[in-house]
């Protein structure tokens, strides 16, 4: 892990969403993960396909497990927006532009195999990729460009893609059909 994941705090709430402090992030990710901030995002590019990812090997919740294009935790006192641009250019070495909130108050719960748990007030973005990828390998293994209706079909196969993606497509579907 390196040093700037290390030192990364995160946001504290309670359970009305309030911040209560800040917490390491490498001390709050375990079998009893207080509630705090985090973000998801989903890409798309030019053909309207969204950008999957494979979390690596390595990391603590989750890993291997497929998902949205890229998640993170905005820092204390930063503003939500510069937090999802900042992981942007961190994970995937990208800019992005349209930046949308489209799932403000999406929260969600999950244990990992591993019993990790992630509990998160986890607003849901997307955005529209402005360049070539290039992720950084200690956060993504792999990665894949499919059409909207291919996600749709594997949150149907909860065991293939990470639990905030199962729940947070069908959301994404009704806030695009509004």
């Known amino acids: 892990m390196n040093s700037v994941q290390t030192d990364e705090l995160v946001v504290l ?16 990710h375990d ?10 995002c989903y ?5 309207g396909r969204v950008l999957l990812t494979r979390r690596a090997l390595d990391k603590r919740a989750f890993p291997g497990v497929w998902t ?11 503003q939500m927006d510069d937090a999802v641009v900042r992981r942007a ?7 992005i532009t349209d930046l949308q909130c489209v799932l ?3 929260r969600y719960r999950a244990v990992d195999a591993g019993g990790v748990v992630e509990n998160e007030i986890c607003p ?12 950084d390998p ?6 894949a460009w499919v059409p909207w209706d291919q996600l749709r079909a594997a949150v149907e196969m909860p065991w293939a893609i990470s639990p905030w993606a199962v729940e947070q497509v069908p959301l994404l579907d009704a806030a695009r059909s509004r």
């Open 68 to 78: 949205n294009s890229f998640c993170g935790h905005p820092g204390p006192d930063e």
């Open 13 to 28: 709430l309670d359970d009305a969403g309030r911040s209560i402090g800040t917490a390491r992030k490498a001390d709050v």
């Open 138 to 143: 200690e956060e993504i293994m792999d990665s």
């Open 104 to 106: 403000p108050d999406f």
């Open 43 to 47: 890409l798309f590019d030019d053909a």
């Open 124 to 135: 849901v973005y997307r955005a529209r990729i402005a360049g070539p990828l290039d992720v």
């Open 31 to 40: 079998a009893a993960t207080p509630l705090h901030l985090a973000f998801s």
């Open 89 to 95: 250019g961190a994970e995937l070495g990208v800019e």
